[in-house]
């Protein structure tokens, strides 16, 4: 099951990210947006990465190019699909949504094209319930800047072949990715840690127990880690981290993933973090 022909669902901060590097790797990329002009505003954005890794020395100009002519623009979402070897979607973090998307594309694609969800919390199993072919469904959980971060998280539910998980393995190291096998469970690896972490900082910012760059300091300083927990909440943004939360509690049944009230306030007020310049920091405008 060699993945040569990618489709990307959504075009947005995920999904450019997914787009450039399936073409640095190789593949024959088609990206679909149900906004329109978020197609062409991605692959702005792509060509503007390409430039600066070619400014970097990081790449050559005719890799820049080549990686460029392998993404395409789809009109449509059938017109993506055609001739998909592997499916990714990268919408929004709903159920329903997720399973309305690959229904659609399931009747679109071939039985055996690979349907991939970049979900960093919600069931596997749950997405490839209403599938045909529910064995072709797996995920895989990339992480923000898609071209900078080296880890992409797979998750297997129980059905998931071999053969689907051991494809997408082979397609996760062709873009130079450290994979990582996650079995399907709330939260997987990486979201489970990181929000459970995360809600903590939070708490401990509400009770005054700290400010939020002597927290964040704490656990670069001290712990070794890139970045603090508030200030990666500002980065992936708080209406995310608050919907992964909520889930979470309620999943695991654990109050220690329970969004705090600063968290619920910060995000009616529309405080969102780096995308809308204001979080527990203050970000450049967006």
């Not at 702005?44 to 990686?67: A, P, Q, S």
């Not at 873009?175 to 995360?198: H, N, Q, W, Y």
Request: glycine residues 10%.
């Amino acid at each position: 099951m060699k993945i040569q022909h990618v489709t990307v669902i959504g075009a947005g901060t995920m999904g450019h990210g997914i787009a450039q590097i399936a073409a640095q790797a190789g593949c024959n990329v088609h990206l679909y947006d149900v906004t329109s002009g978020l197609v062409d505003k991605a692959i702005v954005r792509i060509r503007r990465n390409l430039e600066k890794g070619v400014e970097k020395h990081k790449l050559t100009t005719r890799e820049r190019d080549l990686t460029l002519s392998r993404i395409h623009s789809a009109g449509s979402m059938s017109q993506a699909c055609q001739g998909a070897d592997l499916v990714v979607e990268a919408v929004p973090e709903k159920m329903e949504l997720k399973q309305a998307l690959f229904t659609e594309v399931a009747g679109m694609v071939s039985p055996t094209c690979i349907l991939a969800t970049n979900t960093s919390s919600l069931s596997i199993a749950g997405i490839a319930s209403v599938l045909p072919n529910p064995e072709r469904v797996v995920g895989t959980h990339f992480f923000n800047p898609v071209f900078v971060m080296k880890l992409l998280e797979l998750v297997h539910h129980d059905g998931t072949s071999p053969e689907v998980l051991a494809a997408v393995q082979a397609w996760g190291h062709s873009m130079d990715k450290e994979c990582i096998v996650v079995r399907d469970s709330p939260g997987f690896a990486t979201s489970r840690l990181g929000i459970c972490l995360g809600m903590e900082a939070i708490r401990m910012l509400e009770e005054g127990v700290a400010s939020a760059e002597d927290i964040d300091k704490a656990m670069v300083l001290g712990y070794r880690h890139p970045v603090g927990p508030l200030k990666l909440t500002d980065m992936v943004g708080l209406d995310v981290r608050l919907s992964i939360g909520e889930y979470l509690a309620q999943a695991l049944d654990n109050p220690a993933f329970a969004p705090p009230a600063l968290l619920r306030e910060l995000v009616e007020r529309g405080d969102l973090g780096q995308k809308t310049g204001q979080g527990f920091y203050a970000w450049p405008s967006p």
